[in-house]
């Protein structure tokens, strides 16, 4: 990775403050209490399936293996505990190395702020440093706010081709 991600305050469109930061290890307890606040339909959209708790052993592989195997941004804010994850973003590289998986959340009481777009841009501007060629992410078709805020990103939305539920996001990072 070329540089360090650059952490910055951000006023969503309803006047509120979120703080957007690179995904630490330290972030694990709070990642499962953002799961927990989570609904059951977002959880579903997120995660593509009906899931009750998150996969610890996956979580904790994920963010001890950052950045070697992507980058994650986290947006906070204060809370009684310290801070709580209202929205997050994450890239992971696969089998080839220009091409990277995208995954974001963001807290029912977030949504519609602009939280999602911003999170996205600075995953994608991070991506694009690191030079990746790519960035692809997987959405379900009934998923039509992630898939809208993709469009308007510049991903190029199409038929998951091995499976009808689903939307196939591309962006070819040279033109975000």
Known sequence: M??????FDYTLRDGRTVHLRAMRPVDETEFVQAFDRLSPDTRYMRFMHSIKAPNMENLRRVLTSLPEIGFGIVAT??????????????????KDPTVCEFATTVAEDYAGAGLGGTIMRALIGEAKQ?????????????NKPMLRLAAK???????DPHDPTTRLCKLRLADA
Not at 2 to 7: A, D, M, R
Not at 134 to 140: I, K, N, P, Q, Y
Not at 153 to 159: E, K, N, R, T
């Open 77 to 94: 804010v204060p809370a009684a505990d310290g801070y709580d994850i209202v929205g997050s973003a994450i890239y992971i590289i696969g």
């Open 2 to 7: 070329n540089s360090e991600f650059i952490e």
């Open 130 to 142: 690191r030079g990746l060629a790519e960035m692809e992410g997987f959405v379900l078709a009934e």
């Open 153 to 159: 990103l510049g991903f190029a939305v199409a038929p």
